[in-house]
Nanobody
């Protein structure tokens, strides 16, 4: 079982910046890949960015050059993943979900709203 606690998000004007964070904790298996996904109203959930335990990253084309994913790994089976979002656009408006892979399963956070006004 992995517990995910997200924070950050909110309302920002176009061109602004926001950072969302997610703390993942587990008692058994280590946390492998982590990532951020988003879902806009009426749309399917889509990948935003992922990062491996070793720090390799992958981004959706729509956010390359604007978003940066990073993570820290604590010794007590806890990892924190960050998503720094710059040059935000109204089309970035969505609920952002944190995801973590551990023990062969994917766990999801509760989601945090990011709203970009034009």
């Amino acid at each position: 079982q992995v517990q995910l606690v997200e924070s950050g998000g909110g309302l920002v004007q176009a061109g602004g910046s926001l950072r969302v964070s997610c703390v993942a904790s587990t008692r058994i298996f280590s946390i492998n890949d982590m990532g951020w996904y988003r879902q806009a109203p009426g749309m399917q959930r889509e990948l935003v960015a992922t990062i491996t335990s070793g720090g390799s990253t992958k981004y959706a084309d729509s956010v390359k050059g604007r978003f940066t994913i990073s993570r820290t790994n604590a010794k007590n089976l806890e990892s924190t993943v960050y998503l720094q979002m710059n040059s935000l656009k109204p089309e970035d408006t969505a609920v952002y979900y944190c995801a973590a892979n551990s023990g062969g399963r994917t766990y999801w956070g509760q989601g945090t709203q990011v709203t970009v006004s034009s």
